[in-house]
């Protein structure tokens, strides 16, 4: 109860507070811009959190996430352009709304279908994360080595077009994770004798360069875009009584998506807003109106969207298991701070767990009330001129990996991941495995190398029964994956 | 109605080119030769791989012999790398056909990466100071091709942006960053 409490003023301290605030916004606003993301928004935001404490570091980083999801259906209903990939799905019954002039009820609606969902997936995190963590305390070195394989195979079997082409950028995160000072030997690998490669690739340095450099170098290349955001007589359309009523169920199936789309690693938003969407409208008495301007469609997108985040971090903060790049740079950003993710962060750290809980609430009711108060200007952010944003950007970036260590070699790193981040791209070979790969790198070497130390084999992969449970689910999911791949090619053949 | 490619269809590779086919989205490159152009692509990234696994599987034999761990240094690098191995075979021998993946390098692309290069390697030579508001000011004006800002504008939002970024990072987060000769000069 004291740490209950003791969370609960650090986060309403006015100085804790004006963070949070300023993360949400800075959230929206990334949100809002096409092609920025939530992963970009977190990574840019961790420098930040150096002179932090633990637990207003992370909130910090909460908050930007909450915001960055949120943010998304601004444009995706006045653009058509999902400000994050999250609200892809609220651009099919949005953007018809917006052109027959109800943008600003559909933001609305988005706006309070964000909260809903946020808060949904928060009450669950609240109640499913301890029971999960105490359930986690039974996992042994087999059981962490199978989850997180589970993990990888999954992103790489779902976060690009081809199986194979994940499992190369698997290959090479977990690669990357084992230059530098070896975890269970303390010796140098991959140094090639030269003493700063002794520090290996940091987390943050290859995110930036993954996901905000790459991004910025690539957004170069674009065209410029002519469009305008009709902000003239903008305002967020909040529904009424009898319309929050009515939608009732939406919302809670919607939540209910969300969350546990969440707590499985890899689907991510996205996926969550389309399944909800699906079921909104097989459950809707009317389908027929969905997809020409249909509220229900929005509130089903944007509540599963939002409720994707409280998913998420169960499984992070229970299993220290990040289910997509979004959450593995969070859990970085915990990690910088020296806390462990895990079942043992409820024990040790549990300020950080309910720091995180009243982030969530917090950062969601600020997203809502500066989503409605300022959606004009806010919107008008959507069209930044990229003169201005890849400067800014890249630049916030570049000092930001710097002021990590103070060493050129980090910002050499940067460069490095920059340039693979945008060959990979190019060549459509997923990020995310890469990502995920360098994070659980260490967690899959360590506990592998004490299972085969303490069993002297791999079989209590296959022996016991949790460790059983996530092989099968992941020689499923390939099995799965391959099979959809056969079935595709004989359609196509077909037809 | 796409013409058919017989030598597609005879070595069976006709499926993939039909399931990777969006009307609309292909570069010139691949309306030319899309096949041809992606099993070179994923080839070059198979062998490229496996140079790279054989380089790094050389070098794990240099790594220092422990005896207080049983599995040594080189145990789970290996494993990766026999992993990668067996990745990049089998990249070269499916290859995966997606007409969409063409390696194409955009002049623009290309400018700004050497800019952000540029700005990295003159940062401990020229200091941050001098190098940001240079890198920001070049990239606005490079950037602003129809000159809709103009540069006053363009000079006033980089002196703004990192004089920002300065008072954020260097004064607030106590960042000691990188004041290179000119900050020698003014002792700084």
């Given at each position: 109860m004291s740490e209950i409490l003791v969370a609960l003023q650090s986060t309403v301290a006015p100085a804790n507070l004006a963070i949070l605030v300023a993360g949400t916004l800075v959230g929206v606003v990334i949100g809002i811009i096409p092609g920025l993301g939530t992963v970009m928004a977190v990574a840019l935001l961790i420098p930040f959190t150096?002179?932090?404490?633990?637990?207003?570091?992370?909130?910090?980083?909460?908050?930007?996430?909450?915001?960055?999801?949120?943010?998304?259906?601004?444009?995706?209903?006045?653009l058509r352009m999902p400000g994050t990939p999250s609200s892809v799905a609220t651009v099919l019954d949005g953007?018809?709304?917006?052109?027959?002039?109800?943008?600003?009820?559909?933001?609305?609606?988005?706006?309070?279908?964000?909260?809903?969902?946020?808060?949904?997936?928060?009450?669950?995190l609240i109640a499913f994360a301890p029971l999960l963590a105490r359930f986690a305390l039974r996992f042994y070195f087999p059981e962490f080595v199978a989850v997180s394989l589970f993990a990888l195979t999954?992103?790489?079997?779902?976060?690009?077009?081809?199986?194979?082409?994940?499992?190369?950028?698997?290959?090479?995160?977990?690669?990357?994770?084992?230059?530098?000072?070896?975890?269970?030997?303390?010796?140098?690998?991959f140094d090639f004798g030269i003493p700063i490669m002794q520090s290996g690739f940091g987390f943050v340095p290859a995110i930036m360069g993954l996901f905000a450099i790459s991004q910025m170098i690539k957004l170069a290349g674009e065209p410029s875009t002519d469009a305008r955001v009709p902000v003239d007589g903008l305002r967020a359309g909040l529904p009424s009584l009898a319309d929050f009523s009515r939608n009732l169920g939406n919302y809670l199936r919607s939540g209910i998506i969300g969350t546990v789309i969440g707590v499985v690693p890899a689907?991510?938003?996205?996926?969550?807003?389309?399944?909800?969407?699906?079921?909104?409208?097989?459950?809707?008495?009317?389908?027929?109106?969905?997809?020409?301007?249909?509220?229900?469609?929005?509130?089903?997108?944007?509540?599963?969207?939002?409720?994707?985040?409280?998913?998420?971090?169960?499984?992070?903060?229970?299993?220290?298991?990040?289910?997509?790049?979004?959450?593995?740079?969070?859990?970085?950003?915990?990690?910088?701070?020296?806390?462990?993710?895990?079942?043992?962060l409820f024990n040790n750290h549990p300020e950080v767990i309910y720091a995180i809980y009243f982030t969530m609430i917090f950062s969601s009711c600020v997203m809502a009330v500066a989503l409605i108060a300022f959606l004009r200007p806010l919107a008008r952010a959507a069209l930044l001129p990229k003169a201005i944003l890849i400067p800014v950007v890249s630049l916030v970036a570049c000092v930001g990996v710097f002021s990590i260590n103070g060493n050129m070699f980090d910002l050499y790193v940067m460069l490095g991941f920059a340039l693979l981040g945008l060959v990979m791209e190019k060549l459509r070979y997923p990020l995310a495995p890469l990502v995920l790969g360098m994070v659980l790198g260490p967690i899959i070497e360590g506990n592998l190398r004490m299972m085969l130390g303490q069993f002297g084999d791999i079989s209590p992969l296959f022996t016991r029964p949790i460790a059983l449970t996530f092989m099968c689910l992941s020689g499923l999911t390939v099995l799965y994956i391959g099979f959809r791949r056969i079935l595709d090619r004989a359609s196509v053949a077909q037809h | 109605m796409r013409k058919r490619q017989p030598w597609a269809k005879a070595s069976g590779l006709e499926t993939d080119y039909a399931m990777d086919h969006h009307p609309g989205d292909q570069t010139q490159a691949a309306r030319k030769d899309p096949l041809r152009a992606a099993r070179f692509e994923d080839a070059i990234v198979g062998v490229a791989a496996l140079v790279v696994a054989a380089a790094l599987y050389f070098a794990t034999f240099h790594f220092r012999a422990v005896d207080w761990t049983p599995l040594g240094l080189a145990f789970w690098p290996r494993v990766i790398l026999a992993g990668l191995v067996l990745a990049a075979i089998a990249l070269i021998v499916l290859r995966q056909l997606d007409v969409h993946a063409r390696f194409h390098l955009i002049r623009a692309e290309l400018i700004l990466f050497a800019a952000i290069?540029?700005?990295?390697?003159?940062?401990?030579?020229?200091?941050?100071l001098a190098t940001g508001a240079a890198y920001t000011f070049g990239t606005i004006m490079w950037l602003d091709a129809d000159r809709r800002l103009g540069w006053v504008r363009a000079a006033l939002l980089a002196l703004a942006a990192t004089a920002l970024t300065y008072a954020v990072f260097g004064v607030g987060l106590n960042v000691r960053l990188p004041s290179g000769i000119i900050g020698d000069w003014w002792g700084l």
């Open positions: 150096f002179g932090m404490a633990p637990e207003m570091g992370i909130s910090l980083l909460v908050a930007v996430f909450v915001g960055g999801v949120s943010g998304g259906c601004v444009t995706a209903i006045l953007y018809p709304l917006a052109q027959q002039g109800r943008g600003g009820e559909a933001i609305g609606n988005a706006i309070v279908a964000s909260f809903i969902g946020t808060i949904i997936s928060t009450i669950a999954a992103i790489s079997a779902v976060s690009g077009k081809y199986l194979l082409r994940g499992m190369v950028a698997a290959l090479l995160g977990l690669l990357f994770a084992t230059v530098g000072i070896s975890e269970s030997d303390a010796l140098p690998r689907v991510g938003a996205a996926t969550a807003g389309l399944i909800s969407y699906a079921q909104a409208k097989a459950w809707s008495r009317t389908p027929d109106k969905f997809g020409k301007g249909h509220v229900p469609g929005i509130i089903a997108s944007e509540t599963a969207n939002n409720a994707v985040i409280g998913g998420a971090l169960i499984i992070a903060l229970t299993l220290g298991i990040p289910g997509d790049p979004t959450t593995a740079v969070l859990l970085g950003g915990l990690m910088i701070h020296g806390i462990a993710p895990g079942a043992q | 290069v540029g700005f990295v390697l003159a940062l401990p030579l020229f200091g941050f």
